[in-house]
């Protein structure tokens, strides 16, 4: 029933926004936009996204996996995933009749629905995945979601998270990224040593506390992190 060549996306389209807004990220974008086949955006319980990347990702996957009471959203803006996983403890009565045959229920309580979520497209062979709508409405969940980032990278995926605002990239060890100078970039050190920067306005070093590391700007085309161990990179669209 879960074979990865099932139907996609039915019912009514996203909304296709223009490419108005995500020149300044084009590298963020079309690496995703690249991996065809393997290509997956999960849609969290938080704000639904109103910029025109996140939509756009929305737009062109061929496979949306909606968290749970996300799906609520998606069935308000007559939309339809083609997976909703979740515990279903925030599935309204009326999105679970209205895709009682594409929810996958996950009742493990040692995960939250975005790492479920994750688990059911890792195991039908997908490797890169964008996730939408993880941020906004609970502070808590918020921090929770961009800081599971790190498992998935440990676990040999390539996860991002897009907000309305930018994107949060897990790296491990020495990083180079390309976007416009003047780009707001925060770095969030998780087990680093020996790190610097060529490219940023200020220096790194070994940051002890997550906020010494936010608040950088680029100065160059491209700019790299070096360092040995893992970390978050936030670029402002």
């Given at each position: ?8 996306i ?20 079309s690496e ?17 996204p ?14 949306i ?31 679970m ?9 996950n009742p493990d309580?040692?995960t ?5 979520a ?9 490797r890169?995945?964008a996730?939408?709508?993880?941020t ?10 961009i800081s599971?980032l ?16 930018g ?7 020495t ?9 707001a ?10 790190m610097?920067?060529?490219g940023l ?7 002890t506390?997550w ?10 085309p ?13 670029l402002?669209?």
């Amino acid at each position: 029933m879960d074979k990865i060549d099932e139907r996609s996306i039915s019912g009514p389209a996203l909304p296709l926004p223009g490419r108005e807004g995500t020149e300044n990220v084009a590298p963020l974008y079309s690496e995703l936009e690249g991996a065809t086949g393997d290509y997956a955006v999960i849609v969290g319980g938080g704000d639904f996204p109103t910029h025109p990347l996140p939509l756009r990702l929305m737009h062109e996957a061929e496979r949306i996996v909606c968290c749970d009471g996300a799906a609520n959203e998606f069935l308000a803006r007559g939309l339809r995933p083609w997976r909703v996983v979740g515990d279903c403890d925030s599935l309204s009565p009326e999105a679970m009749e209205a895709f009682s045959d594409i929810v996958r229920r996950n009742p493990d309580q040692e995960t939250n629905d975005q790492t479920k979520a994750i688990a059911y497209l890792a195991k039908r062979g997908f490797r890169h995945i964008a996730i939408v709508a993880a941020t906004g409405r609970r502070e808590d969940h918020t921090l929770g979601n961009i800081s599971l980032l790190i498992e998935y990278m440990r676990q040999g995926l390539e996860v991002r998270i897009y907000t309305d605002y930018g994107v949060f990239i897990p790296c491990q060890d020495t990083c180079t990224f390309e976007c416009p100078i003047g780009t707001a970039v925060s770095i969030f050190s998780f087990s680093t040593q020996g790190m610097t920067a060529e490219g940023l306005r200020y220096p790194l070093r070994d940051f002890t506390s997550w906020w010494q590391g936010t608040l950088n700007t680029t100065d160059a085309p491209t700019f790299t992190i070096r360092c040995q161990g893992e970390y978050l990179v936030y670029l402002n669209y």
